[in-house]
């Protein structure tokens, strides 16, 4: 836990086609921590658009950033673009080199994975993505909210805000976590048990893997090329 007098700079990294939950969800949450900066972070000023054409627009530039006590990562369609964007990828590294904690949601971790951070550490992600943990490095764990060390990885969409009160936790205490929670009135009761691969109906869970089949074969080929070039066996 961080002392409450210590401020704490907390930024969210913002790209075209993300899935806005995993940003805004985590939002939700972690805008509420006591002394602390949210800012959103993208490589330039311009507004983006999610993977459902919600517009968002950055506060600062990647460059502008300070030292990063949190650093957010969210996933989506638009992730893949960024695989191999040097620019952004060194970013990350850079900043979560000097943060108290890393926190990827969905495809974020797939993100943090070409940024070489998941090599080694137990970490989850959607479950379409999650049979490619292993070609970053990582022990993959089928769980909502994984933590390992300073990395919280959360697996789909709705799970980064179950994974962002698990960070306010370990950044302000239980009792703060708490009152954000109860803030919100986060107390979902879900009308139907299909939130995972494990619980949905065959033949809905079938639809789904045929929806995402074309980006999901896309994400491994582009994990493979990434394992390559980080070095770790296919």
Avoid at 21 to 43: A, C, H, M, Q, W
Avoid at 78 to 92: F, H, R, S
Avoid at 94 to 101: E, K, L, S
């Amino acid at each position: 836990m961080v002392a409450e007098g210590d401020h704490l700079e907390i930024g969210s990294l913002l790209f075209e086609g993300l899935d806005q939950i995993d940003l805004t969800g985590p939002f939700e949450v972690l805008s509420r921590l006591p002394n602390s900066t949210l800012r959103l972070y993208g490589k330039t000023l311009a507004p983006v658009r999610d993977v459902q054409g919600l517009r968002l627009t950055p506060d600062a530039t990647l460059a502008e950033a300070p030292q990063l006590d949190l650093l957010h990562i969210a996933g989506g369609f638009g992730q893949e673009a960024l695989m191999d964007d040097a620019e952004t990828l060194g970013w990350i590294a850079r900043q979560a080199a000097g943060a108290r904690c890393i926190f990827s949601v969905c495809t974020g971790a797939l993100l943090c994975g070409a940024a070489g951070l998941l090599q080694g550490r137990r970490a989850t992600t959607h479950w379409s993505a999650h049979h490619l943990l292993p070609l970053f490095g990582a022990v993959p764990v089928d769980a909502r909210v994984v933590v390992d060390g300073k990395l919280v990885c959360a697996a789909g969409v709705t799970a980064g805000i179950d994974g962002a009160l698990r960070v306010a936790a370990e950044l302000r205490g239980d009792d703060a976590a708490r009152a954000i929670q109860l803030f919100m009135q986060y107390a979902p009761e879900p009308p139907f048990d299909s939130g995972s691969p494990a619980t949905a109906p065959p033949h809905v869970l079938e639809a789904a893997r045929r929806a995402v089949g074309a980006i999901t074969r896309q994400r491994e080929a582009t994990a493979r090329r990434v394992a390559q070039r980080l070095g770790i066996p296919a």
